[in-house]
């Protein structure tokens, strides 16, 4: 299994340009998340999804939009990137059996550099 | 709500001297606790987690935590530093309420181990 992947591992974008993250997972998770980590920050969530076809803001939403067409792949976009957005951003999935107690599992992530 | 704090965001040891790690939380409910260790340019990947079982828990690479509710505290210890623990560390609480599962996640601390 490859796990949590994702694509592209390192951007450079302009102010203005838009892209768009891929997350896979080939665990078969329901539930997925994207995060992004600044430096002394830690963590924070973006959006996240429960389920194919569903989505839920999360602590920094704002300038991103997501998207789960299938259960596997989760997708962030950038509609018009600012240096703001300049961060590493992190996909993980889990299971939720047991919903609270599920360990999320970890893309390698991708740095984005917003100039 | 719920949040949790790091107390030292860089912390040095000696090669085979013990390893603490502080972290405390705020939660309205009883919360489940986690640790996550990040490499250099890699993902987050779980040492271990509370999941209101024993308060002592026991992790990967002989990392343990213990859960004090009376100080609502959950830190992270490894008796003797290894090189290879030079990484960050984050530790995360979830209050785990239905399917609203979400973590939130310390600033982190760096740990370098010194030879």
């Known amino acids: 299994n490859a796990g949590v992947t994702q694509t592209p591992k390192f951007r450079v974008l302009k102010t203005g340009q838009s892209m768009t993250l891929l997350c896979a997972q080939d665990?078969?998770?329901?539930?997925m998340y994207w995060y992004r980590q600044d430096p002394g920050m830690g963590l924070r969530l973006i959006h996240y999804?429960?389920?194919?076809?569903?989505?839920a803001k999360g602590e920094v939403p704002d300038g991103y939009n997501v998207s789960r067409l299938k259960k596997q792949n989760f997708l962030l976009g950038l509609e018009s990137a600012a240096p703001s957005q300049t961060s590493v951003y992190f996909c993980?999935?889990?299971?939720?059996?047991?919903?609270?107690?599920?360990?999320?599992?970890f893309g390698p992530g991708t740095r984005l550099l917003v100039l | 709500a719920q949040s949790v704090t790091q107390l030292g965001s860089h912390v040095s040891v000696s090669e085979g001297a013990l390893v603490l790690l502080r972290c405390n939380y705020s939660?309205?409910?009883?919360?489940?606790l986690f640790w996550y260790v990040q490499y250099p340019n890699q993902g987050l990947q779980l040492l271990l987690k509370?999941?209101?079982?024993?308060?002592l828990v026991k992790g990967i690479n002989g990392f343990e935590a213990e859960f004090k509710k009376s100080e609502t505290s959950f830190h992270l210890t490894k008796p003797s530093a290894h090189m290879s623990d030079a990484a960050e560390y984050f530790c995360?609480?979830?209050?785990?309420?239905?399917?609203?599962?979400?973590?939130?996640f310390g600033a982190g601390t760096t740990v370098t181990v010194r030879a």
């Open positions: 993980a999935s889990s299971s939720p059996e047991t919903v609270s107690q599920e360990t999320q599992y």
């Open positions: 665990m078969n998770h329901e539930y």
């Open positions: 999804s429960v389920g194919e076809g569903t989505t």
């Open positions: 939660s309205s409910v009883p919360p489940y």
């Open positions: 509370y999941t209101s079982a024993a308060t």
């Open positions: 995360a609480v979830s209050e785990g309420r239905g399917n609203d599962y979400k973590l939130s």
